[in-house]
């Protein structure tokens, strides 16, 4: 997140895509896929926050001429995590290779990605009462900081000034962040899920995906 970070600050891209290199290097080979994997949701998350003028003022009080363009800021992303992506290669074939060879996780098995339930009550729980929920998805952070986001999108949604609009804006991209990470995590009880799970590379080869929910505190952090 700090690499990618710089790789938006204006004259800072090259030392962005160092640090990218480096991060992603030693998370490839950490020998732990599904964090490998989850990874690239994260990182998506917080450039969505980047490019966002709205969410961006938020993550950092810089003026507006203190970032790159948009396209160098994603081009310097890009070749940082794909240099050392480019240097795993001959590692992560063996390892796909290795689950290939093991018990269910060659992929493509619906009960196996799905034997892990994590429902809207988990949800919930995780937010506001731990012990109800199903321990591998928590995300709880503290009943304090839940009440202090709370009145702070109560403030923001009921000011009407200038500044208010921008928070608000912000408010709606969490929103949604959050909205599509927890469709995800609720698995076969999510059509999101089902796409992934048919569609997107690699997806159907892990499981209990109520995991991922490690990615939104970044996001809340915010808050």
């Given at each position: 997140l700090v690499g990618t970070t710089l790789c938006f600050r204006r004259r800072q891209w090259a030392l962005g895509a160092v640090?990218?290199?480096?991060a992603s290097y030693c998370l490839l080979t950490a020998g732990y896929p599904y964090?490998?994997?989850?990874?690239?949701?994260?990182?998506?998350?917080?450039?969505?926050?980047?490019?966002c003028p709205a969410?961006?003022?938020?993550?950092?009080?810089l003026p507006d001429d203190a970032w790159n363009n948009s396209l160098?800021?994603?081009?310097?992303?890009a070749a940082g995590c794909g240099t050392a992506l480019v240097c795993c290669l001959s590692y992560l074939r063996e390892m796909k290779l290795m689950l290939a060879a093991t018990t269910d996780r060659q992929g493509g098995d619906w009960g196996?990605?799905?034997?892990?339930?994590?429902?809207?009550v988990d949800v919930l729980g995780s937010l506001i009462y731990p012990p109800r929920a199903c321990?591998?998805?928590?995300y709880f952070f503290?009943?304090?900081a839940l009440v202090l986001m709370g009145l702070f999108a109560w403030e923001q949604l009921t000011d009407r000034s200038e500044n208010a609009l921008y928070q608000r804006r912000f408010l709606m991209v969490v929103a949604g962040l959050w909205i599509?990470?927890?469709l995800i995590t609720l698995g076969e009880s999510s059509p999101l899920f089902y796409v992934l799970w048919k569609f997107y590379p690699g997806f159907s080869s892990l499981r209990a995906w109520s995991r991922m929910n490690i990615t939104l505190l970044p996001v809340l952090a915010l808050l």
């Open positions: 640090v990218c290199f480096v964090f490998a994997y989850y990874s690239q949701f994260l990182v998506g998350l917080w450039i969505l926050l980047l490019l969410t961006r003022r938020t993550v950092s009080r160098l800021s994603l081009g310097s992303v196996y990605g799905t034997a892990h339930d994590w429902s809207v321990t591998e998805g928590w503290g009943v304090s599509i990470l927890t």
